[in-house]
């Protein structure tokens, strides 16, 4: 295949996949995501500080919350005020750090750097645009793309720092700045920090590392922005450390609880189709081309290495989407491996070029686009539709709704958070089951009369989770009418005059 032709191939390619990407973003459904973290924003914006109607019950985030993904937070509460609150202003956060990420990467690799030339470029930008994460987490509100974008900067000023005799310093504070910053959009971003120190450390950059670890106190001290007298480290720590995700570090042997986390760490990679072809598709293209990636990108690749093994270290949830802190720097060792592949060229092992490993370098690539396409496939089809959803609420409930408190799904805060009181999240009864396991049937009824909800909404699989499964539509439940159901959802009534003892009962 001549170059002219795999160019003109590649794209093509990549103009598909950027069609079917804009193709998928309107009418793109909310994500539980965009609720949990977007409804503290709304909060600040009316109430002048983040708290969680729909955590109600839990570490009192109704009261206040200094658990959160500060700078998303902020980002949010700024995009509130001037665009409104709806599903798609706290969606275009994230889709504009995408855009913003994808216009500096092209700065930084092909015009400034020379890393890549445009062919691996144009593979590069197949990449983000076809890899499941990245085409499901750029138009979701959550803080891995805004951390991906602050990584990769931070890494080409960290290299600075370790290159330069002019300015190093100076380039280690800003890395740091950028560092710190990372850490105020997730907590999980101290492994940047982390990351970031190590470099330094290994090259013997003692000035720089003083300077970086003054920036990333610099950039992470905008995470205390919100702490007080009342709400200081105390409240902090008690939700910190109040997390349903098991055991904490505080309160296990904290090399158990590293090396626990190193030995799953392979879940991130291996979990379903979605990313399996992704990482067969890295360990090829890494192995084969590793002598050649350690010549030429000798800081890059000890700053991945080190950042992989902090974030294995550190993050007990292995949860795919936070392999996009690293993955500019996976992308660029594939893209330019998988180039020299494609071209025949030498740069890399000889065993790559065979006939054998060919056949199975073409099916991981096959493997790599199927399973991405069909998961973005599933992400695109089902459209958001509010209207469909306000129809359900005025049929089935009457009247003035502004004074009603209700249980239902996190999503429903678009655009219903207008038309109640209060809206407290199904998420927060299968969060307290994790340490309450009455909290199902006639217990998640009671737990719900503590309350005073009014009416009850359940989607799949919280009716089951909650034992509301075998319920018929005119069946109650204590004092709670089954007035609504569909195989996907259930509404309840509170029905204040009726006391019934017997459990399931016909009204």
Same mark, same amino acid.
């Given at each position: 295949m001549s170059l002219k032709l !795999?160019?003109?191939?590649? /794209?093509?390619? !990549?103009?598909?996949? #950027?069609?079917?990407?804009?193709?998928? !973003?309107?009418?793109?459904?909310?994500?539980?995501?965009? =609720? +949990?973290?977007?409804?503290?924003?709304?909060?600040?914006? %009316?109430?002048? $500080? =983040?708290?969680?109607?729909?955590?109600?019950?839990?570490?009192?985030?109704?009261?206040? #919350?200094?658990? $959160? $993904?500060?700078?998303?937070? *902020?980002?949010?509460?700024?995009?509130?005020?001037? /665009?409104? /609150?709806?599903?798609?202003?706290?969606?275009?956060?994230?889709?504009? &750090?995408?855009?913003? &990420?994808?216009?500096?990467?092209?700065y930084l690799t092909v015009y400034r750097k020379k890393i890549l030339n445009r062919r691996q470029f144009l593979i590069a930008a197949i990449f983000f645009f076809t890899f499941h994460y990245t085409f499901k987490f750029s138009f979701i509100f959550r803080p891995e793309i805004l951390m991906m974008f602050l990584t990769f900067i931070s890494f080409f000023v960290l290299e600075r720092a370790v290159r330069d005799k002019n300015n190093s310093i100076s380039f280690g504070l800003i890395a740091g700045i950028l560092s710190g910053l990372c850490a105020v959009a997730h907590l999980n971003g101290i492994a940047v920090i982390a990351a970031g120190g190590i470099l330094l450390l290994i090259n013997r950059k003692w000035k720089q590392v003083i300077s970086f670890s003054i920036g990333s106190i610099v950039g992470f001290s905008l995470y205390f922005y919100d702490f007080s007298m009342e709400y200081g480290f105390a409240f902090w720590k008690n939700q910190l450390f109040q997390s349903v995700m098991g055991e904490s570090p505080e309160k296990a042997n904290v090399f158990i609880y590293m090396a626990n986390s190193l030995l799953k760490e392979h879940m991130r990679f291996f979990h379903d189709g979605s990313i399996i072809g992704f990482s067969l598709l890295f360990i090829i293209m890494f192995t084969a081309g590793f002598r050649y990636l350690k010549t030429k990108y000798r800081i890059m690749l000890q700053y991945t290495i080190i950042l992989m093994i902090?974030?294995?270290?550190?993050?007990?949830? %292995?949860?795919?989407?936070?392999? *996009?802190?690293?993955?500019?720097? *996976?992308?660029?060792?594939?893209?330019?491996?998988?180039?020299? +592949? !494609?071209?025949?060229?030498?740069?890399?092992? =000889? +065993?790559?070029? %065979? %006939?054998? +490993?060919?056949?199975?370098?073409?099916l991981v690539i096959l493997s790599f686009v199927g399973g991405s396409e069909y998961y973005n496939y599933r992400t695109t089809k089902n459209k958001f539709n509010p209207t469909a959803v306000r129809s359900m609420i005025k049929t089935n409930i009457k009247g003035n709704t502004s004074e009603l408190k209700i249980v239902a799904p996190m999503e429903f805060i678009f655009n219903e958070i207008l038309y109640f009181k209060s809206i407290q999240g199904e998420r927060l009864y299968t969060t307290l089951q994790q340490f309450d396991k009455t909290i199902t049937g006639k217990g998640f009824i009671e737990k719900a009369q503590s309350f005073e909800i009014d009416y009850i909404i359940l989607s799949k699989p919280y009716i089951d989770n909650l034992g509301m499964g075998k319920l018929e539509k005119e069946e109650v439940i204590l004092n709670y009418r089954v007035v609504y159901r569909s195989p996907d959802l259930i509404m309840l009534k509170n029905e204040a005059e009726v006391f019934l003892t017997g459990g399931l009962q016909k009204q």
């Open positions: !795999l160019y003109r191939l590649l /794209f093509a390619f !990549l103009c598909i996949q #950027i069609a079917f990407y804009i193709y998928s !973003l309107p009418g793109r459904e909310p994500d539980i995501d965009d =609720a +949990w973290i977007g409804e503290p924003a709304y909060w600040m914006l %009316k109430d002048g $500080h =983040a708290r969680s109607e729909l955590m109600r019950g839990w570490t009192n985030q109704d009261e206040r #919350i200094l658990i $959160h $993904h500060k700078l998303m937070t *902020l980002l949010g509460y700024s995009v509130v005020k001037v /665009f409104g /609150f709806s599903l798609y202003s706290f969606k275009s956060v994230s889709l504009f &750090f995408f855009v913003f &990420f994808l216009i500096i990467f092209y902090i974030v294995a270290l550190l993050f007990t949830q %292995k949860s795919r989407q936070y392999i *996009l802190i690293y993955l500019p720097f *996976l992308v660029i060792f594939i893209s330019v491996c998988l180039d020299k +592949w !494609l071209c025949s060229r030498t740069d890399l092992s =000889a +065993w790559i070029y %065979k %006939k054998g +490993w060919n056949i199975v370098v073409v």
